[in-house]
C-alpha cells in the first residue's frame, strides 16, 4: 500500500490498480494537485493568523469529511463499518488528522510556509527509514544514501544552514512542530497498513477525516475557539474553504483517479513539485525571502527523496522477480 500526504492531510492508496489509458488530462490534474497541495501552506498560513489552529482545522475537516462522505455513499454505499475498523480509524484519524494539524497550523503561525514546506518533503524518507528499523524492510546502499541525503537536507533547513544549532537548543518550536508533522505522518502510514486489509482507501480516508475531525471540534469547544470567528475575514475564511474543498476533498479525488490510471510510482513522483510549489507562492502571495542554505537544504532533501523512491521501486522489483522465479 502507498500512503501519501499532503497539504496537512494523510491520502490512503491501495496496494494495486488496474492500469486504465492515462489522457494528457491526467496529467494535468496531478500538476494541478501539486500546485493546490503547494498553496495549502500558504492558506494555513493565512487561516491561522486570524483563527485558531483548532477552529481552523475543525472547518476544514467538516467541510472535506461531507464531501469525501458523499463520495463513499455514492460509489460504495453506507459505510457498515466492525468495531476493530472504527478503532482502526479512530487511530488514523488521532495521528494524521487531529495530531498532525496541531503541529502543521500552530507550526504555521511560527515558521515560513515555504520552509514548512521543505521540511515535510522529508517525509517519504522517514518512512522509509522507520519502515527499516521497525519491519524489516528491504535496504540497500543506495537507498540508505537517500535517506541521509534528505535528513542532512532537513537538518539545513530548520537550522537555517547552521547545524550547530541543533545542539545548542536554538531550534525553535515551530520547526519541531513541522518535524512532528513528519513523525506522525510515519505513524499513520503504519497504521494504514492495517486498515487497508478491509477498507477501501476512499472510505479510510473519509473514516480518518471524520474521526480527526470529532476529536478537532472536541478540543476546539474546550479551547471555547470554534465559534470565535468574529474577526475572521474574508480572507481567512477563503483558506478555510480551500483547505477543505480543495486541499483535502478534491486534490485526494484527482490524485487517487491518476493512480488508478498510470499507477502510484509514476503519480507520486509529481509529488516533488509540492514544496517547490509552496516555496513560490510563498514568495509572490506572502513575500517570503528563504536563504540560500534553506533552498540549498530543500533541493537535497528533494534529491534525497527521490534517490530513496527510485531505490525503493528496485528493490521491490528484485523482491517480485526473485518471488516468480521461486
Same mark, same amino acid.
Given at each position: ?11 490512503? #492508496? ?8 492515462? =489522457?494528457?488530462?491526467?496529467? $494535468? ?5 501539486? @500546485?493546490?497541495?503547494?498553496? %495549502?501552506? *500558504? ?16 472547518? /476544514? ?11 463513499? +455513499? ?37 515558521? &515560513? ?33 537517500? *535517506? ?45 497498513? /492495517? ?9 479510510? %480516508? ?7 475531525? *470529532?476529536? $478537532? ?7 471555547g475557539s470554534l465559534f470565535l470567528?468574529? &474577526? ?10 480551500? #483547505?477543505?474543498?480543495?486541499? %483535502?476533498? #478534491? ?25 517547490? =510549489?509552496?516555496? *513560490?507562492?510563498?514568495?509572490?502571495? @506572502? ?7 534553506? @533552498?540549498?537544504?530543500?533541493a537535497l532533501v528533494i534529491a534525497?527523496?527521490?534517490? %530513496? ?15 516468480? +522465479?521461486?
Amino acid at each position: 500500500m502507498d500512503i501519501h500526504h499532503r497539504g496537512g492531510a494523510t491520502i490512503a #492508496l491501495p496496494p494495486g490498480v488496474r492500469s486504465v489509458p492515462a =489522457s494528457p488530462l491526467t496529467y $494535468l490534474k496531478l500538476v494541478a494537485t501539486a @500546485l493546490i497541495w503547494g498553496a %495549502t501552506w *500558504i492558506a494555513a498560513r493565512v487561516a491561522v493568523s486570524e483563527a485558531s489552529p483548532l477552529a481552523v482545522a475543525s472547518w /476544514r475537516f467538516l467541510l472535506a469529511a461531507l464531501v469525501l462522505g458523499t463520495l463513499v +455513499v455514492v460509489h460504495e454505499g453506507r459505510p457498515r463499518w466492525s468495531l476493530k475498523e472504527w478503532f482502526t480509524l479512530a487511530a488514523l484519524g488521532a495521528s494524521g488528522i487531529f495530531l498532525y494539524n496541531l503541529c502543521f497550523l500552530y507550526g504555521m503561525r511560527m515558521i &515560513e510556509a515555504g520552509r514548512g514546506a521543505l521540511v515535510v518533503a522529508l517525509t517519504p524518507a522517514l518512512v522509509a527509514a522507520s519502515d527499516w528499523l521497525l519491519f524489516g524492510a528491504p535496504m540497500s546502499p543506495t537507498k540508505a544514501a537517500g *535517506i541521509g541525503l534528505a535528513m542532512f537536507g532537513c537538518l539545513l533547513v530548520v537550522t537555517n544552514g547552521d547545524p550547530r544549532l541543533l545542539f545548542t537548543g536554538q531550534v525553535g518550536l515551530g520547526e519541531w512542530l513541522i518535524i512532528g508533522c513528519s513523525a506522525l505522518w510515519a505513524v499513520y502510514t503504519f497504521v494504514g497498513r /492495517r486498515g487497508t486489509r478491509t477498507l477501501s482507501p476512499l472510505a479510510m %480516508t473519509f473514516g480518518a477525516s471524520l474521526t480527526g475531525w *470529532i476529536m $478537532l471540534t472536541v478540543a476546539a469547544l474546550l479551547q471555547g475557539s470554534l465559534f470565535l470567528l468574529a &474577526e475572521t475575514t474574508w480572507r481567512g475564511w477563503s483558506a478555510i474553504v480551500f #483547505l477543505g474543498l480543495f486541499g %483535502t476533498a #478534491l486534490a485526494f479525488t484527482w490524485y487517487a483517479e491518476a493512480v488508478q490510471r498510470i499507477g502510484a510510482t509514476r503519480s507520486a513522483a509529481f509529488i516533488n513539485l509540492v514544496p517547490v =510549489s509552496a516555496v *513560490i507562492l510563498g514568495a509572490v502571495l @506572502l513575500d517570503e525571502r528563504l536563504g540560500v542554505a534553506v @533552498l540549498s537544504g530543500g533541493a537535497l532533501v528533494i534529491a534525497g527523496v527521490v534517490i %530513496t523512491n527510485h531505490a525503493g521501486a528496485r528493490l521491490a522489483a528484485g523482491v517480485i522477480s526473485k518471488e516468480k +522465479v521461486a
